[in-house]
């Protein structure tokens, strides 16, 4: 019997020792090489095709080697024979002898092996292409376009309005992106009753807060950007918005068109205008509608007016500027479209501030810009002055307050073409009131400058700002506090009558 000592232990120990380690050593390996397999194909996006090209190089290379080894062919031939067989397993059908069948056979065996990964590859690549147009991942290549980020309820009735803008121009392009699935979004617009008028409307699921995606909708060719407010809390809303803006002025490309944002609090309208600079108009919904409450209820008729005016379907608010009618008055520019009705001038050394009715002694300036209200930008321009010494009865403009509807109604009797206005209140005044914040972002969505006109009507509401601001006169107070102390001095005399009758009984 053979007695081992304790060095001998010793040793053997540390041989199993090494040979576990180096076991170990294999396991780490194969998995570090299997990590670096995985990486290589996940983060680089020609991984695929390249290891497929890889792998039929090998093949072809190694199949001709083994065929040069076997045959009398030259190492030229050899390669092309195994390529052959690659291409089409049939052909090893012709081979003589048994190691050139047996080499032809492992060719062609690789050779299916590869048309199946590249068949794999091509089947995956189609699925992949097919779902990013289903999720609405591709990128939108247009420019001169509409682009709406979020969406809300008011959707549908923005996309009527700018239908209806487009429809002279033969249909626009309207690109909507918000966070959901674009086939739902699609579905949705669908369903809405109304005609596009050749307007194409493109969906986009993406995050208008990730300038990848702001990109993918090309948002620096697009001609105006509408923000849409979130229902819900219109603080969180109003956030989202700024955030918004934020991150359209940090395109580095620059941004081609103007932003109209819809605010949900007229206080927050500061912060985003600090923003977004010039580039921004911010369409405040609550302070709209209020506005307009305001001003349908103290005049009758106003409501039909604001329809028309706030809309695409009949005559709206158009800024232009016309060399042709520079140094002529006010006066004798009123007489000179005869499709359209001047009604302000945009004067260009005020900063562009928009004055309307001037003095009929003002003269149009070299960069000033005549607003007028017509049917549509390309249906009115302006015509020779009569030359007659009896001109077309131009009614004389007041310079009353426009919540008087002077102005306007002086214009309705001067032109056959504009709409009549109702001594009564029109029942579609709530419908208005509903949909006016709506036509206010498809207005300035159209043009920019249109919220400053709107500015300057809603300004000539003396009352309803001294409403908002607190400053109603004292004089207005004592008399209303007197007419009310009046009636109920009567009624409690009324009612103190009989009393007194049974008293002196």
Known sequence: MKIYGPTTQVEKLKRKSRSSDSVLEEVLLNKQLAYWVDVFLSVHPYAKPLA????????????GLALFGVTDDSLADCLWLSWTFVADSGNHANSEGIGPRLVSVSISFGGMLIFAMMLGLVSDAISEKFDSLRKGRSEVVEQNHTLILGWSDKLGSLLNQLAIANESLGGGIVVVMAERDKEEMEMDIAKMEFDFKGTSVICRSGSPLILADLKKVSVPK?????????????????ARALRTVLSLTGVKEGLKGHIVVELSD???????????????QTVVAHDVIGRLMIQCARQPGLAQIWEDILGFENCEFYIKRWPQLHGMQFEDILISFP??????????????KIILNPEDSYVLQEDDEILVIADDDDSYAPAALPTSK????????RRGSFSQGSWIGEMQQASDKSVIISEILDPRTKNLLCTSKIMA??????????NDVLEELFAEEVFFCEILKGKVSLQ???RKF????????????????????????
Do not use: W
Not at 224 to 237: F, P, R, T
Not at 267 to 280: I, Q
Not at 390 to 397: A, E, T, Y
């Open 52 to 63: 497929l090209l890889v792998a039929t190089l090998l093949v072809i290379c190694l199949g």
């Open 222 to 238: 697009a001609r105006a950007i509408v923000v849409l407010a979130e229902d819900g809390n219109a603080d969180q809303s109003d």
């Open 266 to 280: 007229l206080d927050n309208e500061v912060l985003v205008k600090l923003v977004g600079g010039d580039l921004v």
């Open 339 to 352: 499709d359209a009705i001047p009604c302000g001038i945009k004067v260009a050394s005020c900063g562009g």
């Open 390 to 397: 009896r001109l077309p009865m131009v009614n004389q403009v």
């Open 441 to 450: 972002l498809a207005m300035d969505a159209e043009d920019q400058q249109i």
């Open 476 to 478: 207005n107070f004592n």
């Open 482 to 505: 007197q007419q009310v102390h009046a009636i109920f001095s009567f009624i409690v005399v009324c009612l103190s009558i009989p009393y007194l009758y049974v008293y002196f009984e």
